[in-house]
C-alpha cells in the first residue's frame, strides 16, 4: 500500500531535535524540547516554542537553516495541523512522549492527553 501524505516524509520531534547540525543549537533547542515535553502546555504553544528559537539563533550555515525550517513545516503540517487526524499512540510517537507515557501515572496521561489534545 503507498501513501502520498505528509506522514510519509515528516521526522518526528525528537528526530526534528537531533537534525539540528550545530551542537550547541540543538543542545539549546533540545533542553527547551524537554521542558515542553514535562510542563502542562499543549502542541500549539510547541509550534510557537520552536518558531521562536529558530528565529532568535543563528545557524552558521544558511542552508542548513533553510532545510531546519523546511523539516518543521513539514512536522507542524504532519504533526500539529493534523492532530485530529491522530490517534493517541501516533501522537505520542510524533511528539516523543511514548516514555514519559510510559512510565507516568494517571495524572501523567491525563496531562498528556491535554497537551496533545486527546481528550476524548
Known amino acids: ?5 505528509m506522514l510519509d516524509i ?13 551542537i550547541d543549537l540543538r543542545e539549546n533547542l533540545s533542553r527547551r524540547i524537554g521542558e515542553w ?8 504553544v510547541l509550534a510557537y516554542l520552536i518558531g521562536e528559537w529558530h528565529g ?22 504532519a504533526a500539529i495541523d493534523n492532530v485530529g487526524g491522530l490517534t493517541l499512540n ?5 511528539f516523543g512522549l511514548f516514555e514519559v507515557w ?3 501515572n494517571e495524572t501523567t496521561h491525563k496531562r498528556l492527553r491535554s497537551k496533545l489534545r486527546a481528550n476524548a
Open 102 to 104: 510510559e512510565s507516568g
Open 37 to 44: 515535553k514535562q510542563d502542562g502546555k499543549d502542541i500549539e
Open 90 to 94: 501516533e501522537r505520542l510517537y510524533w
Open 1 to 5: 500500500m503507498h501513501t502520498n501524505n
Open 56 to 77: 532568535n539563533f543563528w545557524f552558521e550555515d544558511t542552508d542548513a537553516s533553510n532545510k531546519f525550517h523546511s523539516e518543521f513545516q513539514n512536522f507542524k503540517n
Open 10 to 22: 515528516s521526522m518526528n520531534l525528537d528526530e526534528l531535535v537531533n537534525s539540528v547540525p550545530e
